[in-house]
């Protein structure tokens, strides 16, 4: 290496945002954890059911579709269970709102959830829409591209994949 470019490479360090990058850092060791996590478990339900703080949020959260299946409800974006004629209303409400149904709601919701907990420090009030946004599509490309072989562990890793480009 020449002294012009060890000049500029140690330029490029200092420059560094040393704050980003250990946040980011730690964000990527939770999701490889929660991959894990999700990966070695033999039942996706009983590891939801331990998460006393999503079934507090779940329990506690009322919104405009009642008892209509809805698992996560924020920042423009909704996890259902089943149309209804309150969602189909919401989402002609505005084109920027985007909604998933799914058989797994409950397991996506708490994804979600538990992805919001990890990306506290990389989504702000602003991108947040655009993040939750793509967590939904990501839903919807999995079981459009995995419509005759779906499950619940796919769906969860494949929506975790897709949301590491906000690290």
Known sequence: MNKFRIKKWKSNIKEMDFENFNTSFLALFELLNLETLIKDSKNINSLINNDAKYLKKTANESSDFGSEGVTWYGADTIVAKEHSRNLQEWLSKNPTHKAVVTEYAFELGWLIHTLKEIYINKVDYVTKYFFYA???????????????????????????????KYL
Do not use: W
């Open 134 to 164: 793509d967590l939904i599509e990501a839903a919807k490309k999995y079981h459009k591209s995995n419509d005759a072989d779906h499950s619940p562990k796919g769906l969860l890793l494949y929506v975790i994949n897709e949301s590491k």
